[in-house]
Structure formats: C-alpha cells, structure tokens
C-alpha cells in the first residue's frame, strides 16, 4: 500500500506546485492568497479524520511544540506564496530540496549526529543542482526570489525538527489540518487579513486553479505522511524526490517553462541520486 501513496503523493505534488504558479498570477495579494489556500485545504485535510485512529496527546510540550513548528511553518508558506510568483514552478520544486541539506547540517550542528560521508556527498550533490539551474555565462544568477526561497527552505526545516514525531500522537489528518490552519491563522492576524479580502481573492482569481491548489495540498500531506507510516524511509524518500523531474516535465508541457530545460533535468537527476544516498 505504501507505493501506492507514494504514487498518489508524486501526482498530487506536481499538480499542487503548477497550479500554484497558476494561481499566483491572478492573485492580488500574497499575504490573502496564502491564508485562503491554506484555510480550504486544512478543511480538505480534516476530511479525512474518519479514515484514521483518532488520539490526541496529554502532554502539554506536544502542543506547545506544535504550536512553536506552526509560527514557522506559517512563515515559510507565506515566504513561499512570494518565491513561487517570482520563479518558475520547476525552479521552485529544485530549491524546495535544499531543506534536506539544511536538515542534515542541523542534525551534525545541533543533535550530534554521525558525521556520514554519503549524506555530505548528496548534500552537496543538492547544493550544486541548485548552481547548476543559476549559473549563467560565468556567474550565479540569483534574485530576491531565490535568496527568499533559500531563507523560507531554513524557516521550514526549523519547523520540521520542532515537529519531529508530533503527528504520532495525533490523528494524522486532524494533525494535518492543524498545521494548515494554524498558519493561516498567524498569517491573518500579523497582516491583518480581513475576511472580504478573503472573499475577494477567491472571486477576482482562477477558481479553479485556487481550488485544485487547496484539494491537493491538504490531501498530499496526508499521503505523504500515510507513506512513511507504511513504509521504509530508505525507500520512500527517493521516490517523492521523483516530484522534480514531474515538475520540470510538466512545466515544460503546460507552463512553456523552457529555460535551460536540459540544466534542470541534469539538477533534478542529481537530487534523486543525492536522496538515494542520503537515505541509502
């Protein structure tokens, strides 16, 4: 079963980052488009409750963990909402795998993990990938939306090791939701997101394409996470990296995202060999 959700993530998560893009480019405001996404696919999440043991935690540091990851994660998705409106869907999808090497440099810096050569060999294997789509004619090209999608992949790894293990004690959609809507709760109230704003977007912008995002981003978390329940990280991994080739593809079809296309099928490859090390 577990291939299955892997299937069913990699599907999921190339439709998400396209129609993402899709949706930024009618979207008036960054700061309302990223709590309404947020607000319908934490709802679609949560439909899926019934499907799963329902638990919750009677230690209070879980929730104030999670709480913690959520102010995080709220910032890294209201960062990204900007990043994915400034570069192509592809491009995006080879920066979101830095946060593996931000993770692997946490877990040496601060957990006092083993010093592994085949991790630091993929690390930097996902290091020069990302070179490899910017360098041009003799430099790096980088722009605020690179620098800012490099910040929000930290912003997003802080959050994931304050969120180690969390979901275990929930009900793994109900866990899902929260790390939806929580954020989208953060991000309204810092900028002051009212609700006619709300409405406005969803009207004024590509409906579908705003729906489809919503669905597909609150389902792909709960298979991804179903995934690693029910299988082996070492073999898990690999095949959700396969989400960077899928989106170079895709966004060769249907976006026109033809810049240095053979570049980003060189980088995206070299991401699936890094996972595969880094998890092997």
Known sequence: MWFFYVFLYIVLAVIFTQSYKIVTKTSKSDGTLTVLLQFIAGICAMAFSPFFKFIFPTDWKVYALLGVACVFYAISDRVNTTVRSGLEASTFSIIKQLSTVFMIVAGLLFFKEEFVWKKIIGAILIIFSNILVFYQKGKAKFNKYVL???????????????????????????????????????????????????????????????????????TMIVVQLRAYQLGDVTSVSPLCALTVIGNVIVGYLFLNERNNLLKKLIAAIFIIVSVLLIKG
Not at 153 to 161: D, T
Not at 201 to 207: A, Q, R, W
């Open 148 to 218: 800012l999608g490099i910040l929000s992949n930290i912003v997003f790894s802080v959050a994931l090791f304050l969120d180690v293990n969390i979901s275990d004690n929930f009900n793994l959609a109900f866990y899902v939701a929260l790390t939806l809507l929580l954020p989208a709760l953060f991000i309204a109230t810092i900028e002051r997101v009212k609700l006619s704003s709300i409405k406005n977007e969803f009207v004024n912008g590509n409906k579908k394409a705003i729906l489809i995002t919503s669905l597909s981003w609150g």
